[in-house]
């Protein structure tokens, strides 16, 4: 599966991190269950319509449902989630795979920092809304 996964995303898009999550890698993971793939890629002339399309190849390879996703145009959070809880299949070198994890969750950290007085509001307030 791995395989085939790395295989269509370089000839597609020259990824230089790709990483599975979510059920594929636990034990949870079952005969109706999707496979969740997450890359970045340095060539950024890609648009969402051929990220579809991969995934729809994807899936006919691998006989299951993909949800492909392009980090470059992901959110913080949701960067913080693949590099915190995802498993890493392939990268091109180990500094530009350290320098992506690194700044996700440097980014990751900042935002709570940023929000922490919000959330607190929140919190003690009992309310989203200003009252």
């Known amino acids: 599966m791995e395989e085939s996964i790395i295989e269509l995303l370089e000839k597609k898009f020259d990824p230089i ?8 890698i636990t034990e949870s993971f079952h005969d109706d269950s999707d496979i969740d793939i997450a890359f970045l890629s340095q ?9 579809f399309m991969a ?14 996703v392009d980090l470059s ?17 392939h ?3 180990g500094y530009q795979k350290d320098l992506f994890e ?7 950290a900042k935002l709570n920092e940023e929000r ?7 919190f003690e ?5 200003e009252k």
Not at 102 to 108: A, C, D, G, P
Request: glycine share 4%; no cysteine; net charge positive.
């Open 102 to 108: 690194m700044n996700t969750l440097k980014m990751y």
């Open 43 to 51: 060539n950024q002339t890609h648009d969402e319509y051929e990220v």
């Open 73 to 89: 145009r992901s959110s913080t959070v949701f960067k913080a989630q693949v590099v915190a809880y995802g498993r890493v299949i």
């Open 116 to 122: 922490a007085p919000i959330l607190k509001e929140i």
């Open 55 to 68: 995934a729809q190849e994807l899936a006919s390879k691998l006989k299951r449902e993909v949800d492909l």
């Open 17 to 24: 991190y790709i990483a599975i999550f979510g059920s594929v």
């Open 125 to 129: 307030s009992g309310s989203i809304y």
């Open 91 to 93: 990268y091109k070198d």
